[in-house]
């Protein structure tokens, strides 16, 4: 059988073009027996390291190499012969992908410039641009060839003869190639969707610009030897054994920090000891003298020094420039980041391992995130393009897949269904419902789905679904180089100003062990500056994180009754459930917290064992002295990925850096990975050190829940130190507070409207939205009866930023009529009736409706009637009940009352007060009327939804049943306010919920 090798073969990274994922393709590549198969994505590398890491898995030559069609017409395929021509070929995508994101412009004397890769000029049919690629052929001479593509278009022969008379007029050879754009011919009908989708047409008014047959796929060898004269073939060995670049080649190197590996770790040594010396005054215990003599050696051998210190720069940067940052994650298992100040956690609260981190066996680059004030983030990220150059230093990427609602448009649309239907269609998807449950939701509605266009709709949904969309940002990975990134990593323009993204994302970083940062915006940070700055401008207490007491029993207190709305990390639903019954009390009980409401505990069975433990409900005994040493701090029960790692060392024998691989390999095994060796390791390593088969057994069962996905200790303890001074700061300075989260938002489970009736119940004085005393944000306002916390005009929907602030800038506007506020802030008609809305003209004008009223006259000043006196019309007040509505259209909240409050004389007398519920025997069926506040439907929690009513005395936890929402599902998902009949249930640790029955619209 003749030798054939692929050389012209996009994926579904030419977006919307390519059918066919890379895996798919080098998958097909094999069953069909070639010998090599290229990865030409249009400008574009990013489908490559997917494609390398099945081609090394399966053992087939991949050729590196891209589709380009310059501004002049040309379409030819740059290949990859070497690593100086990968370099080039990064280099030109970069330089062609300067423009408008997702568009590139390269001209024919870019190509012609190229001097170490291969082109194939793929020929049109009318030979417009002949005579341009005779005087590439030139310029490229034996690096170039001639592109023969045949598809059974019923022109082959009259083609076939067109590419050999070209052949022979330049002297080069024509090498048969396929112009792949999916790896089977059943990708077809997907594929013409796509290219519709990218058109932003039909599939039945793209015309032309669909390809008329599908034989634009992986074709066997038989077929194409009856398709392609021999000699083109045997060319594709040829071009194939001149491209011998393996992505394995790419040398990358870590920016230096100092003269050398040698030097930068010295550097290293020098500020651990100062960071040591600082962090202990009173001297430095001898365990963290140990962890950091292995620490420090480690990171010698493997050369990450330089990476450290760059860390390091980068809090010292944030810190100078007063941006609170915290690093986290599997950093926080090294004592050196803690000596350098880029974690907060003592090595000496937590049981560290540093194997969670680095490790030996692993020799994978260290990933360091480091959390930073969201709405300064920015100047960090901006820092390290300053300090490394925009060529060595870029954001890591993030492809956007298709999810199932955004696969449903598409492809509705490219049906040719109309807007209306498409919306239908779209609406009949609950947010967590995937692509299983869309023939049963269309059927639900009356749907035919044997009938076109639900048949194929339903077909290719689902083959669309998971397929990338674009390249997008990841939320904070910065990749550093310390030669040019571009000759590594084809870069793009971001669509964000002052960014620039690369085209590969974390998973390819891995693979070819490329460093990078995560420079991550948490809003909590910045709510805690905010905090803290007007602590410190009104002289209340703390003004720094450090400054908070530690271990405050009141504090605890709030916690343990699950008094949690706007804390950090504890203030879920799930989260408030369980606060009651773990009641923390130490700093460590909230690290114990905040990691066992995860899937991975949850799964693996072990929040219950825990909690009878802890409850005295059940004991607590350990086969063995190493065992309690790992596990004694949890009470026998493995709850941190830390914990897991040293179980499989101490009672299994596995190294660290072997058990940290078991680890990884349980996060990923649903995903591509077998456990099946590991587990028979484990269990027969803990067989050998004599434990039991059934305790080995359970260990190992828990273990297999962080497949799921598990906190590591560490983790959970650098975001303890945020749930804890978020506590402390709501329960002793809870006005401040909320200033802080109401000016960081959007963050966290609740809106605006839920924190401040939060704060309202917890006595603190809120004001609502002034025109002639709010700032653009909220303030907090020093009265002689007290303080009280003034909402700013950024509430108020509607109102720009600008006439916001133009308004709050504007001098003596306590003393001004409307009209000329209106003129000395040159607000817009637009913006008057927002704030006329929004009831923050009600002290000026008198009314709500007045203020809409005289909010229509805004205009700009006459010049010969600079001040023109109008007789005013005065318009009658609305009702209290008008003003709260009007209050929730304009703000999302009311300080006047509430929806509910306003109908509860009309409520039949058995709809009870949510307060009064309390007194109420658990298992009682009761009825509740009240605003969905927010809707929940956690992955672990067997498809049970959680939804919070609020009405005028308080909120309630209510559980409905897989069986229950799909009974009433259009109110669950959509009503606004509802009556709600179900089973309260009150635990002994008195967590109460009301279990749903049934669901009445009130109010849509």
Known sequence: MIAYSELHCLSHFSFLRGASAPQELVERACALSYRGLAITDECSLSGIVHAHRAARDRGLPLIVGS?????????????????????????????????????????????????DCLVLWCPDAGGDHDPLAGALARA????????????????????????????????????????????KRGRRALQDTMTAVRLKTTVAEAGWALFPNGERHLRDIPTLCALYPEAWLKETQVVAEACRFSLEDLQYRYPRQGRSPRHSLGQLMRLTRAGLAARYPQGVPDS????????????????????????????????????????????????VCYALGITAVDPARLEVLFERFISRERREPPDIDIDFEHERREEVIQYLYERYGRERAAMTA?????????????????????????????????????????????????????????????????????????????????????????????????????????????????????????????GMLTALQRAFALMREHGLGPGTLEDIPAEDPAVYEMVSAADTVGVFQIESRAQMALLPRLRPRTFYDLVVQIAIVRPGPIQGNMVHPYLRRRQGREAVSYPSCEI????????????????????????????????????RAMGAWKRDGDLRAFKERFLKGMGARGYGKDYAQDIYRQ???????????????????????????????????????????????????????????????????????????????????????????DLVRGLSRKGAARLAQLPLRGRSSWQSMAQGASLSRTDGGRLAQGGALDDVCGSRPQALWESLAIQAPLPLFADPEEARVWRRPGTHADDVAADYQALGFSLRGHPVGLMRKRL????LPIATLGGIRSATVVTIAGLVTSRQRPGSAKGLMFLLLEDETGTANVIVSPEVAQAFRALVLRSALVLVTGVLERTSDKVQHIHARAFTRIWA
Not at 452 to 476: D, K
Not at 488 to 501: D, F, H, N, Q, S
Not at 628 to 649: N, S
Not at 908 to 911: P, Q
């Open 67 to 115: 589709e380009i069609t310059v501004r002049e017409g040309l379409k030819c395929v740059v290949l990859v012969s070497s690593a100086r021509g990968y370099a080039e070929l990064s280099e030109l995508i970069t330089r062609g992908r300067q423009v408008d994101k997702g568009d590139y412009d390269l001209g024919i004397a870019d190509l012609g410039a190229l001097a």
């Open 140 to 183: 490229l001479s034996a690096r170039f060839w001639i592109a023969g593509e045949l598809h059974k278009t019923g022109t082959d022969d009259g083609y076939k003869g067109r590419l050999q008379a070209l052949s022979a007029r330049l002297g080069r050879p024509v090498v048969a190639c396929g112009d792949v754009h999916m790896h």
């Open 288 to 335: 963290v003298r140990s962890l950091v003599r292995h620490e420090l050696s480690l990171i010698g051998e493997l050369a990450y020094a330089d990476y450290f210190l760059t860390v390091h720069d980068l809090v010292r940067f944030a810190k100078d420039r007063g941006i609170l940052c915290q690093g986290r994650g599997s950093a926080a298992n090294s004592v």
């Open 398 to 522: 993030s492809v956007i897949t298709y999810r199932t609602r955004s696969a449903l448009r598409d492809v509705a649309k490219a049906l040719g269904c109309e807007a209306a239907l498409v919306d239908r269609l779209a609406g009949l998807l609950g947010w967590w419902e995937g692509v299983d449950v869309l023939e049963e939701r269309l059927v639900e509605h009356g749907y035919d789905v044997r009938r076109s266009p639900f048949r194929p709709l339903i077909a290719l949904v689902r083959e669309l679904v998971g397929r990338p969309r674009h390249l997008s940002q990841h939320v904070g990975g910065m990749v550093l180089s310390q030669e040019a990134l571009t000759r590594l990593i084809p870069i793009e323009k971001a669509a964000m100003p002052g960014r620039t993204v690369l085209q590969w994302d974390k998973d390819d970083l891995d693979t070819l062990r490329i460093m990078k940062v995560d420079c991550l915006g948490l």
């Open 628 to 663: 309690e040493a790992v596990l004694g701090r949890t009470l026998g029960i493995p709850l941190f990925q830390e914990q897991v790692i040293k179980l499989a060392v101490v009672a299994a024998g596995f190294s660290p850096g072997e058990a940290d691989e078991l680890r």
């Open 703 to 793: 273990i297999h829940g962080f497949g799921a996905y598990g906190f590591p200790e560490s983790h959970a303890a650098s975001f303890a130190l945020l749930a804890y001074a978020s506590a402390w700061l709501k329960c002793h300075v809870p006005d401040v507070y909320l200033c802080a989260l109401l000016n960081s938002q959007p963050l966290g489970f609740y809106a605006p409207s839920q924190i401040i009736a939060d704060a309202r119940r917890h006595g603190v004085r809120v004001l609502a939205p002034d025109a002639r005393s709010s700032q653009v944000a909220t303030v907090l306002e020093m009265r002689p009866s007290g303080r009280a916390v003034r909402l700013g005009l």
């Open 908 to 911: 039949a007398s058995h709809v």
